[in-house]
Structures are given as structure tokens and as C-alpha cells.
């Protein structure tokens, strides 16, 4: 039985080092929508912070900010301080690794555009094999490190061959 009232994703929360960095690289360069802030929030005494987020109690969230990219999820971006905190960015291959693919109509133009906005792409684009046939991705990465990539298959994909439902795309939202 699935989660009962699921309707799809809300937010990705991603923690970076400085927010004010992390705004230029959305606002700027992705182009995503600034809505909102919230903090600082922190507790002096008690486990809240441990019990409702599992991180050191006496961890402060400076600051959050939510953004609206595109047409698809919307993105919750902390700063926190806190007295036990790990710096390095997991790689793709740790546990814990991950990264957020943004879907381009033009993948040339847009590596051409972040290569010129300084932002380290990580290689060239590379084709799609197999039930992926017809994508083209490259990895990118922000300021802080965090990986991203960049997708684009106009034409689709292999695996959409004779479906009738497919994957969710930003290119055909009410799909």
C-alpha cells in the first residue's frame, strides 16, 4: 500500500556553507525564482534539534531560503553552524551521495553558458545507452561542491517506446 495522500515532491533541502553564494549560483546562474527566508533557529537547552532533525542539539539554522526552479521542485537551502558539523561534500559513489539533475532543451548551450559563467563542468556530455537511449547528461558542480547534472532527450528516450505512461518530464509538466 503506498503512502496514503502522496502527490509527488514539495522541496529539496540542500545545506551549503554560505547562502549568499548559494543565492548568486540559484538566482543568477540557474535562474531560479528567491520566495522566502526563515531563522536564525536554535535551542539553548533540550534535544529538539537532535530528536526532530538528528543533528547536534545545540545546532543553529542561520538561515533558510526557498526557491522556485522552472517547472519543477522547489528547493529549501540551509546555512547551519553547528559545533559538530562535516565539511566535504559526499561524492556521488558514498552513502549518503547524491545529486540534482535539471532538465535543458539545449544541453550544448547550456554547458557553453555555465563553462562561461565559470561554473566547472565535469567533462564532456556524454550519450545515453540502452533503456536511456536518446539522453545526453553532463555533471556540473556549484560553488560549494555539491554535483548537479544537466539532461536532455527532445526526442525521448528508449524506454518510452510503446508506454503509455512514462516518467514525469519539466518539458511536459501536466503530463
Do not use: C
Amino acid at each position: 500500500m503506498p503512502l496514503p495522500g502522496l502527490r509527488g515532491s514539495d522541496h529539496i533541502g540542500i545545506t551549503v556553507p554560505d547562502l549568499d553564494q548559494a543565492d548568486d549560483f540559484f538566482v543568477r546562474v540557474l535562474g531560479a525564482e528567491r520566495f522566502y527566508d526563515l531563522g536564525p533557529f536554535a535551542f539553548e537547552e533540550g534535544d529538539w534539534m537532535a530528536e526532530h532533525l538528528a543533528v547536534h542539539p545545540r545546532t543553529v539554522m542561520r538561515r533558510l531560503r526557498f526557491y522556485r526552479l522552472g517547472h519543477g521542485v522547489n528547493f529549501e537551502v540551509f546555512e547551519y553552524e553547528s559545533a559538530d558539523e562535516y565539511r566535504p561534500a559526499p561524492r556521488n559513489s558514498d552513502v549518503g551521495g547524491h545529486h540534482v539533475a535539471l532538465y535543458v532543451d539545449d544541453l550544448d548551450a547550456a554547458v557553453a553558458y555555465l563553462r562561461a559563467e565559470g561554473v566547472r563542468v565535469l567533462g564532456e556530455p556524454t550519450t545515453s545507452r540502452n533503456a536511456s537511449e536518446g539522453q545526453r547528461w553532463v555533471y556540473f558542480l556549484s560553488p560549494w561542491g555539491m554535483q548537479f547534472e544537466l539532461v536532455s532527450f527532445p526526442d525521448g528516450k528508449a524506454y518510452e517506446r510503446g508506454l503509455d505512461r512514462l516518467l514525469w518530464h519539466p518539458a511536459r509538466p501536466a503530463e
